[in-house]
């Protein structure tokens, strides 16, 4: 026993200690310097009454809680409920205004072709004669062939990345006749921090999902989700500051005070 805790001083000493170890991939993206000042670039560029630049992402949530650390009295664990009867899953559509903090949402059982592009139907409505810059990851989903022919031409310098199996698949044309203004900008692969909708979904997480209550009340979950999005429908600092924009040091900066955003000062 004496050799055990002189081996954890050495340690501590050495400043290790015994850590549960965490998922991770490294898969870094060849262009991501390339990537990284295109994004800075459409984001600096952004001219008010012409365009507007959001950041879009998904998220999926379950009846059974996801279990996170939380206060609780004293030898009273919080309980994180899991249903019975089996897991359900819901699904949101997100979209982050870069310089009002207008968050646009849609929430799904699943988020299928249709469900995307009308997605993509309800931004154009709601900036209407505008071009909308959409930064977003590298789901196939969002440039499967027939996302892309419901678009106007698209000027990203660089290839939309699709599975192998999809390399065969021609658009049916039913979207053709949309035209939507919006030009997809996506993420270098496994860059989820050049996203700021990534803090959205942890601030919902935060307030509605994890330790949730609602494991046999799935639909009571989804409106109180609802709710929760529904607050973030109008320009808002406070969604721009979670969100990290309003940072003098974020990666996006200097490009949101060039494009007109107020950065906090220390």
Not at 63 to 89: C, F, T, V, W, Y
Not at 200 to 215: G, P, Q, V
Not at 223 to 247: E, I, N, Y
Request: charged fraction near 20%; proline fraction near 8%.
């Amino acid at each position: 026993m004496k050799g055990r805790g002189a081996f954890k001083k050495a340690l501590k000493r050495l400043g290790i200690s015994y850590q549960r170890a965490r998922s991770y991939v490294h898969s870094p993206d060849t262009d991501y310097e390339t990537k990284l000042a295109y994004l800075q670039k459409v984001i600096a560029s952004h001219r008010e009454g012409r365009d507007v630049v959001l950041a879009q992402d998904e998220l999926t949530y379950y009846n059974h809680a996801s279990p996170a650390p939380d206060h609780a009295p004293l030898r009273k664990q919080p309980r994180a409920g899991l249903a019975i009867g089996g897991e359900r899953k819901w699904r949101v559509i997100g979209a982050l205004n870069l310089l009002t903090g207008e968050f646009s949402s849609m929430q799904r059982n699943r988020i299928s072709i249709p469900t995307y592009v009308g997605f993509l139907c309800k931004l154009v409505e709601q900036y209407p004669g505008k071009t909308i810059y959409l930064l977003l990851d590298n789901w196939p989903v969002h440039f499967h062939p027939e996302v892309i022919e419901a678009l106007q031409p698209q000027q990203c310098p660089y290839p939309f990345q699709l599975p192998r199996s999809w390399a065969s698949i021609r658009p049916s044309g039913k979207y053709r006749h949309l035209n939507l203004p919006v030009q997809l900008v996506p993420l270098p692969t496994y860059a989820s921090w050049l996203n700021p909708v990534e803090k959205i979904w942890r601030w919902l997480k935060k307030d509605l999902i994890h330790n949730h209550s609602f494991a046999n009340d799935f639909k009571e979950l989804q409106l109180l989700v609802d709710k929760f999005l529904a607050g973030l429908a109008s320009p808002s600092r406070q969604t721009l500051s979670v969100a990290g924009l309003l940072k003098p040091n974020g990666i996006f900066a200097d490009q949101l005070q060039r494009a007109g955003l107020k950065i906090q000062t220390n």
